[in-house]
């Protein structure tokens, strides 16, 4: 615990036992200290730079474990027979915890011991992490082919095609009338385990961020405290990106890498049964969390504020900015807006209420808030372009599967490589123009529209990067008939195949996929070694031209070259459109009341969650389930999807991206639209002097006093 030596007469606030150890020392006349020998030693956790060291690394594993989930999606569908519809739910479940406890924040604000409370969210988001794994530690192994016993290698001679008179009776292939109870339960368990999970993951969420920031800004030197912010954001926009990279490296691994079968596996990560080590990553970023939050247990409730500016931001400011007097100096350290005399928000007296009154109170300001034409339609935009962002940080990945065959390691490779870091330069971008032009509330809507008018123009051309579904046989390709199997070609009426099993392979030369060698007629397997792994192939092939050989694994995409052209232009439409965030904050904090800004912020962030986040991942599901043309069965109820109309899913999933840019250029547009009318109204009142003021001012002869404007 080191001294804090101070000039005389300052006072220093020692709320609790924390800090007191701190204050150890004081000046005396001579400038001599005479400190406690046993406090010689600073103390670290009483520095703000190491907690927001601290703070800018827990958020940074936060945002990584609550978008892993995103990054893995296809994988958990598949591992656990799950449609889109329901894994969009399940991504977009750890916002219910956070936002029936968010509004909370507000209430409590510096009541409560806010490091600890970050600590203690911090470990529950560990919690829900080790959580999300457990599936995968009470599941049965992944079996890739159903149809294989138990005590053979999977994806043996089950496959094949058997005459019907050869059939093996006694030992049945599993249907789906032969399921137990104990699997249905089992099922219900796994999905109910990690939607408990996901909300425990929200709930932790609630103190990390809004603590942290105004503990910052509590106790760092008022010109450090944007700096320091500005860091936490930085580190914090990484938090995605990782998450991407850390998909990409878990689901190269085999799913049951702790448990794998005697004689190996035949897959390959390009097999659309592959199924990789998704429950890993959650252990690895839930360990991350956990050390982060480790350093929280030990930092005071209050800590004397920094007293010091940061010394290379003092020489920018002396080389930028003309000197100024002291006391405009002591003037400029108040953040903009605060006023020592009036603080009349609801922030500001939310200490002096209960929490019933603070319930009442809340949606009575709230209503006040909405109210503002701009506030309402700058949050509607920021609505729209979230309903984007969740749309697509949760399904993109298994749109670039579907759409261009590539491997689930490689779509997050390039989501986390290349849509990430161009979001977040976007955001930059957009902050360093509003600072460097000054720009005011009109040109922040300018800005923001041109942003949102651009970003609708590069999604155009992605309607069109795509190609048809391939062939496969059995298949109908109209989703609005019921989807399933039609009549399989005569070559196959020799052979006794399950029509549940899903092993496929691709007769490369015709471009037809057959759902298993079954279905192609194949009646012998061949593997070639090779140092990596063996590839499968299928020889006898009765409904192939020539009998084969064909390899295991679906036909790959005749677009398969469009895959980076279509990511280079969705990531330039999300630089495009995080540009527009810095001033669309602006337009918000200059569109409210000065004691409304802390609860319009809030409010905001509440209404993203509530109309964005939260539904948007349930309507990007649920509009890909209506593309599907092949359902898997388990136990009697539609499992995951095995092949979709490409078509239809392009047009549905590019189109809610539309639509969402459409509708946030549309907000944008009448935002600017009123700021205009509003300019218009205050030059009208600034220009036409009020007649009987004239007449008065002509007739005492007075001079006339320019009168100020009123923003």
Known sequence: MGPRIGPIGEELQV?????????????????????????????????????????????????????????????VEKRFGLSSQT??????????????????????????????????????????????????????????????????????????????????????????????????????AVVGIMFTAQTLLGVGGVPIQPFGISYIDDFAHNSNSPLYLGILFAVTMMGPGMAYGLGSLMLRLYVDIDRMPEGGISLTSKDPRWVGAWWLG???SAGTVALAATPYFFF??????????????????????????????????RSPGESPEKKDGLAQIAPDLTVIQFIKVFP??????????????????????????????????????????????????????LTIPLAIVGIVVGGILVKRLRLGPMHCGTLCLLG??????????????????????????????????????????????????????????????????????????????????????????????????????????????????????????????????????????????????????????????????????VIHGSAIDTTCVYWAQSCGRRAVCHYYDHDLLRNRFIGLQFFFKTGSLACFALILAILRQQDKEEGTKATIPNPGLQQQLLASGAKKEPEESRV
Not at 21 to 36: L, Y
């Open 15 to 75: 709320p609790d036992k924390d800090t007191k150890a701190m204050v150890g020392t004081e000046d005396t006349p001579g400038g001599k200290a005479r400190p406690n020998p046993q406090d010689l030693r600073p103390s670290v956790f009483h520095s703000i730079k190491f907690f927001v060291l601290c703070h800018s690394l827990l958020q940074l594993a936060q945002l990584m474990i609550s978008g892993y989930l995103k990054s893995s999606i296809s994988t």
């Open 87 to 188: 894994s969009g739910l399940l991504a977009a479940f750890n916002e219910v915890g956070n936002t029936a406890l968010i509004v909370f924040v507000s209430y409590f604000g510096s009541r409560v011991h806010r490091p600890r409370l970050i600590g203690y969210g911090a470990v529950l988001v560990t919690l829900a992490g080790v959580l999300m794994a457990v599936p995968h530690f009470i599941s049965e192994p992944y079996h890739y082919d159903h149809t294989s016993p138990a005590d053979m290698p999977q994806d043996f001679e089950a496959s094949l095609c058997v005459p019907t008179t050869e059939a093996p009776t006694s030992a049945p292939a599993p249907s789906n009338s032969s399921c137990s109870g104990y699997t249905e339960v089992q099922h219900l």
């Open 282 to 284: 959650f252990l690895i």
């Open 300 to 333: 005071p409730k209050e800590m004397p504020k920094e007293k010091r500016e940061l010394r290379f931001r003092r020489k920018v400011l002396a080389v930028s900015d003309p000197p100024v007097s002291k006391g405009e100096d002591a003037s400029s350290e």
């Open 364 to 417: 009575r300001v709230m209503l006040r808030t909405l109210r503002h034409p701009i506030f309402l339609l700058v949050v509607l935009s920021q609505v729209c372009m979230s309903s984007m962002v969740a749309g697509m940080a949760t399904f993109l990945p298994k749109f670039l599967e579907r759409q261009f065959s590539v491997t689930a390691s490689y779509a997050n490779l390039l989501i986390g490589c």
């Open 452 to 617: 949102a008018l651009f970003c609708l123009l590069l999604s155009t051309p992605l309607f069109f990067m795509g190609c048809s579904t391939h062939q496969i046989a059995g298949i109908n390709h109209q989703p609005g008939a019921q989807p399933g199997l039609e009549l399989f070609p005569g070559c196959t009426e020799p052979c006794s195949c399950p029509s549940d099993d899903f092993n496929p392979v691709c007769d490369s030369s015709a471009r037809v996929e057959y759902l298993t060698p079954c279905h192609a007629g194949c009646r012998s397997r061949v593997v070639h070694e090779a140092p990596d792994k063996g590839q499968v192939f299928y020889t006898n092939c009765s409904c192939v031209v020539g009998g084969g050989p064909v390899p295991a694994g679906s036909c790959d995409s005749a677009c398969s070259h469009l895959v980076l052209p279509f990511m280079i232009l969705v990531s330039l439409g999300a630089a495009l459109a995080s540009v527009t965030h810095t001033p669309s904050f602006m337009l918000i904090l200059r569109g409210v009341k000065k004691e409304d800004k802390t609860l319009a912020v809030g409010i905001q962030f509440m209404l993203l969650r509530v109309l964005a986040w939260m539904p948007s991942p």
